[in-house]
């Protein structure tokens, strides 16, 4: 079977002790996967979240060399395994409703001032569906919660018996494609058209996509049209997203747009206590106080150092101290920097300006394909150790001193321009927090 073949290739990746400790205890739920969904369950959270936050990734770039697609990775705790519902469509036929991460509730996630405002937004389109915002779009940084919200309204909706479909934009991409393909439109379209909550993840992928675009519009205005719940995530506001059709933008904004700010120093010392109790965790006081004040902002990466200090202090028998979470910061911020590459570094820089990646390392010179590739120079040279003669070569430009020109241009435009430096800040946060999430 294709998840044994996938696990054992992880083995070979991984240590002895860690692969024993967790990746052995997984179970592949073959009833709740589906081509772009891979379910494991495992026997308690703690289990559950140390695999969730080092190796999900991982394990779905493993399952994308077999498949050709890569999957969502659920890894779900056996005591809160739902089962996958049945529901009747209008035409009588069965629907099987997606997986929501069961820890994600409204109870689960932790307020403060920087999320208050979407986390009401949230509790009150899961009262009243359409009624009260309707579509809903909520935006900010990677690892703030956006996607806890999601599940958290998909969760409390599934109860009350609504027929939820909650995906990635890149998974509805995918769904669409596979479609087209085989010839089986009818039953996208009746999939997702006939849910009472369509909830959608980091929807800036669809930028640049017109085919897709095209599908979601119709898509969107069938179920708006039908007073059915849509809510949709975003690192950014829909005027921001490159790419995206002017039709699209206006929609989204017909309804609300609520943002999620990092986390303030009072809400982090929350966020570490909860995750603390979730995952049986003992840490002092002082120590929390600590993490809180030197961990950054994303959720995921402050989750991922409690239980990699758990680990350690589990296998050296003893208590977690201000020494080991020291060690551990550094230690984290280390493995971010060495294990950011070139590829990242384009990897993000062409998708926030959607251009292909093989045009930045084209010889065009196309203004936009310029201006990224400068920008890709700039991260890299502040980001990485790699040389100008190396960037040169990686890049095919003509030498080390046309890496250094480009490198004056937008320096100097990073000084004078607001904007650009901006864009550029925000490009660097993403490579070094998504790094982050890899790395833990």
């Not at 054992?8 to 860690?18: M, Q, R, T, V």
């Not at 005027?239 to 700010?261: C, N, P, T, V, Y």
Request: overall charge positive; proline content about 3%.
């Amino acid at each position: 079977m294709i998840e044994n073949s996938i696990l054992n290739e992880l083995k070979k990746e991984i240590s002895e002790a860690e692969y024993s400790a967790y990746i052995s205890k997984m179970k592949y739920d073959e009833n709740a996967s589906k081509s772009d969904l891979v379910v494991f369950v495992v026997p308690n959270i703690y289990i559950a979240n140390w695999i969730k936050t080092k190796y999900s990734d991982q394990i779905a770039h493993l399952f994308e060399t077999y498949r050709k697609i890569k999957p969502e990775i659920r890894i779900i705790v056996e005591s809160q395994k739902k089962d996958v519902k049945s529901l009747k469509t209008p035409g009588g036929k069965p629907q099987i409703r997606n997986i929501l991460n069961p820890s994600y509730t409204f109870d689960s996630f932790v307020i403060g001032e920087s999320n208050r405002f979407a986390y009401e937004i949230a509790k009150k389109i899961s009262q009243k569906q359409a009624e009260a915002y309707n579509p809903v779009w909520i935006y900010g940084g990677t690892g703030l919660g956006k996607t806890h919200i999601l599940n958290a309204i998909g969760n409390n909706v599934s109860e009350k018996n609504k027929n939820v479909i909650y995906v990635t934009a890149e998974q509805f991409l995918n769904d669409f494609l596979t479609r087209i393909q085989n010839h089986t439109m009818d039953r996208f379209r009746d999939k997702y058209r006939n849910c009472d909550y369509l909830l959608i993840d980091d929807v800036q992928f669809f930028g640049g996509k017109e085919s897709v675009q095209e599908e979601f519009f119709h898509t969107f205005n069938e179920l708006h049209g039908k007073k059915k719940q849509i809510v949709m995530t975003s690192d950014k506001t829909p005027k921001q997203i490159l790419g995206l059709e002017e039709r699209l933008k206006s929609r989204f904004e017909w309804g609300m747009i609520a943002d999620i700010q990092p986390p303030g120093l009072e809400t982090k010392i929350a966020i570490i206590i909860q995750k603390c109790h979730l995952n049986q965790i003992e840490i002092d006081k002082e120590i929390i106080n600590y993490l809180a004040s030197n961990i950054n902002d994303n959720i995921r990466q402050i989750e991922g150092i409690i239980l990699k200090l758990n680990a350690q202090a589990s296998i050296i028998g003893q208590n977690i101290s201000l020494t080991m979470a020291k060690n551990a910061i550094k230690d984290t911020q280390k493995e971010n920097l060495e294990n950011i590459t070139l590829e990242n570094i384009i990897k993000t820089v062409s998708k926030e300006l959607n251009i292909k990646p093989s045009e930045i390392k084209s010889k065009s010179r196309n203004k936009t394909t310029a201006n990224a590739r400068r920008i890709v120079i700039y991260l890299a040279r502040t980001l990485t150790p790699n040389s100008m003669p190396h960037l040169a070569q990686f890049l095919n430009m003509k030498d080390h001193s046309s890496v250094s020109k480009a490198m004056k241009i937008i320096t100097t435009e990073i000084a004078e321009n607001i904007n650009i430096k901006m864009m550029v800040d925000e490009m660097k946060k993403k490579i070094q927090s998504e790094q982050g999430d890899k790395t833990m």
